[in-house]
């Protein structure tokens, strides 16, 4: 066939376009670890993405479901990582020994925040002994596993997975992994640290932390720095990357599990790690040595601390505590201001363009990184939103809870979309599932709005994972789902 001037240009931008796809996985930037290669949850690299969904969605680019992933689904709550030419997952998985029918009806269910109402706290202490006696005995008839799974970054496709015998927790361990020089690092249950060949898949050492440990389960993300991996595990550990020895150790006196997940501050005196510690504490270690440079009681929990600059901020599990920023020094932190309308057991704000952004008790709030000032605030119509964090790229925040809400990283709000993710892994806003299911006509009488609430529950329930947060890079968004994991390309 003669390669005309047509085919030489229709070959020309199908090579094009067919390179740009692959290089921009393989040269791609990475999200090595929980919120992003700096921890602050922002891809400043990010090229120009979509400010709006077409109107019939965007496919996934890959979508693996729990049919090829058997053990990622309903297996804790890691969030996955990419580096290089890789995703990886961590999963805490039980599997049954004996018939669960068997066993007799649980008589201490878990009890949320709102069905201890009338309990006082002596009640619910006994409450949770008598829970947590009964869940032990029930996980003898369960073995209990880990599992590192690694995918190709383009279409993903398994390349490997590594698995290792773990122990019961009272929630699955779901730490997300953090991968840097060839090595990929996770807390595994029952303070055992691991260390993971990320080419192989081989694991290269595993190393259980000193300490008591019964049903514990510790959330924790390592921070890896100098050749140092350290992670909270009660206490604040540092390991030696090449063997897991632990090179110094942080005690805490406060007997109460924490999961925030230590970054790095890279001070002019010296590189520090900062963390919050039980009892409401944040403490500011030296990193070659683990001694205490400084420690304040900020009344942060879980989520992660964010360095803006020379501003720490730090964010409570209560009203009281809220938002609070400080000003970094090596000296104790002088408070600059705290943000009291909202809170939140587990997410992690995000701050870009000298704003802060903050999830909390169903709101979404924008405060000045500068001066705390509000800037606004909405409620978001979604059942209970926690634990799941902020993340931004390209002036944009996006909040991956039920569906996919984005919108402007400006001082007024914007909402960019309000999505949902179908059975097929369709991202859509929801208008145009509406639409396409003709949910508008069948909720003009009684029975059709039961119809359309038995179809949207059944079109909808492979939204975000509860508690898990989306990573992205190079305008490429990584999301794990209730029944698997996909890849979406929001560049514009």
């Not at 996985?25 to 919120?35: E, H, K, S, Y």
């Not at 120009?48 to 496919?59: A, E, N, R, T």
């Not at 689904?73 to 990582?81: C, D, F, I, R």
């Not at 383009?154 to 840097?180: C, I, M």
Request: proline residues 4%.
């Amino acid at each position: 066939m003669l390669f005309t001037a047509q085919n030489r240009i229709l070959w020309m931008v199908t090579l094009f376009l067919s390179t740009a796809l692959n290089c921009s996985f393989a040269c791609g930037a990475d999200w090595n670890q929980w919120r992003g290669g700096e921890r602050s949850g922002v891809d400043h690299q990010s090229p120009g993405l979509v400010s709006q969904l077409p109107s019939k969605g965007i496919k996934p680019v890959w979508y693996v479901s729990e049919d090829d992933l058997p053990a990622a689904a309903n297996s804790g709550w890691s969030s996955p990582v990419l580096s290089g030419d890789s995703v990886y997952l961590f999963t805490h998985k039980k599997k049954a020994l004996t018939d669960v029918k068997k066993l007799p009806p649980v008589k201490f269910p878990y009890l949320p925040p709102e069905k201890r109402v009338g309990m006082s706290d002596e009640e619910y202490a006994e409450y949770e002994v008598n829970r947590r006696n009964e869940q032990e005995s029930r996980s003898k008839g369960f073995r209990f596993d880990e599992f590192v799974y690694c995918l190709n970054r383009t279409n993903g496709k398994l390349k490997w997975v590594n698995e290792h015998s773990s122990v019961y927790t009272r929630f699955a361990q779901s730490g997300s992994p953090t991968v840097v020089d060839g090595k990929l690092f996770v807390l595994s249950a029952g303070r055992t640290a691991r260390a993971v060949d990320v080419e192989t898949g081989e694991t290269l050492w595993a190393k259980k932390i000193q300490g008591e440990f019964r049903d514990q389960y510790l959330q924790s993300s390592f921070a890896v720095e100098q050749g140092l991996a350290i992670v909270l595990c009660d206490g604040l550990y540092a390991l030696d990357v090449e063997s897991g020895n632990v090179v110094w150790e942080y005690k805490v006196e406060a007997k109460k599990n924490i999961h925030c997940s230590p970054v790095i501050w890279k001070s002019r005196e010296g590189t520090r790690v900062i963390c919050n510690v039980a009892g409401g504490i944040t403490v500011c270690l030296d990193l070659s040595s683990g001694t205490l440079v400084w420690e304040v009681e900020s009344g942060a929990g879980n989520a992660t601390p964010i360095i803006a600059g020379d501003k720490l901020l730090l964010y409570g599990q209560s009203r009281k505590s809220g938002l609070v920023c400080y000003k970094l020094s090596e000296t104790t932190p002088d408070e600059l201001w705290r943000f009291n309308g909202a809170a939140d057991s587990g997410s992690t704000p995000v701050a870009t363009n000298e704003l802060v952004f903050v999830q909390g008790d169903r709101r979404l709030a924008c405060v000045e990184l500068a001066t705390g000032k509000t800037k606004w605030q909405t409620m978001l119509d979604l059942n209970r939103p926690r634990y799941t964090s902020l993340i931004a790229a390209d002036n944009k925040v996006f909040y991956a809870f039920d569906g996919i809400l984005a919108f402007e990283a400006r001082d007024r709000y914007k909402t960019l979309m309000q999505a949902k993710i179908n059975r097929d892994g369709v991202l859509a806003d929801e208008s145009t599932f509406r639409e396409m299911l003709g949910i508008d006509e069948l909720e003009k009488t009684a029975e059709g709005q039961i119809e359309a609430e038995v179809i949207m529950r059944r079109e909808f329930s492979n939204g975000p994972l509860v508690c898990t947060t989306p990573a992205i890079a190079d305008g490429f968004m990584f999301i794990r789902l209730k029944r698997g994991i996909a890849c979406y390309d929001l560049r514009d």
